[in-house]
Each structure stands twice: as structure tokens, then as C-alpha cells.
């Protein structure tokens, strides 16, 4: 069975910073392009970077070019979010997702992931 289970989400302050976790069971990320996406409440879900199962190319999306970063560790098949400067409009349900059929990387497109974690939530005082 696939399973996606996200972790590390928490209560910060602006400008501190906080690593999620997503451990996979059931597949390896080797074989699978990687979507994190987060979801404000009464907002649609976004995508905040996507990794290419390819090449491991990572994209961005603007809103946190730079400050955000994308890493994954094979032997624990586990892919984490490194989220540095939060601000406050970072607050959201923050998800993985795998994908078998993306190749490339730079797919923000919530339907075209087939597995998804149960989420985590990340909140950034001001």
C-alpha cells in the first residue's frame, strides 16, 4: 500500500524557519516525481515546489524561490521541505504528493498526483 506521512509542522514566529517531513512506504521516491503543496484555508490548494523524478531537478514556486528547499534522503525514502524566513502568508496545511507518471519537474497541478499525505499544519505569527 502507498502512504505518504507528513510531519514537522508547528507554531512559529515570522522569520523563523521549519523542516517538514514526508516518509513514503509502499514505493521509492527514486521512481516518482514529488509535489509539496500547501492550502490556506478558503484558498485553493497550491504548489510550492516540484522534483523531478528524472533528473532531481527542483522548481519553485515564486512565492518562496529562495527561501524554501526541497531535499530527499533514498535510504530513509523520505523527502523533506526546508522552509527558512516563514512570513505569515505561509500559513497553510502543507501536503506531499508522488507521482509515477510526472517526469519532469515544475508540475504545480494538484490532479496530476496520484498519492497524497494527510497534510500538516504550519502557522506563522506576525
Known amino acids: 500500500e502507498v502512504q505518504l506521512v507528513e510531519s514537522g509542522g508547528g507554531l512559529v514566529q515570522a522569520g523563523e524557519s521549519l523542516r517538514l517531513s514526508c516518509a513514503a512506504s509502499g514505493f521509492t521516491f527514486d521512481d516518482y516525481a514529488i509535489g509539496w503543496f500547501r492550502q490556506a484555508p478558503g484558498k485553493e490548494r497550491e504548489g510550492v515546489a516540484s522534483?523531478?523524478?528524472?533528473?532531481?531537478?527542483?522548481y519553485y514556486a515564486d512565492s518562496v524561490k529562495g527561501r524554501f528547499t526541497a531535499s530527499s534522503d533514498n535510504a530513509k525514502n523520505t523527502v523533506y521541505l526546508q522552509m527558512n524566513s516563514l512570513k505569515p502568508e505561509d500559513t497553510a496545511v502543507y501536503y506531499c504528493a508522488a507521482s509515477e507518471a510526472i517526469v519532469v519537474g515544475g508540475v504545480f497541478e494538484p490532479r496530476a498526483y496520484d498519492y497524497w499525505g494527510q497534510g500538516t499544519q504550519v502557522t506563522v505569527s506576525s
Open positions: 522534483c523531478s523524478s528524472s533528473d532531481g531537478s527542483t
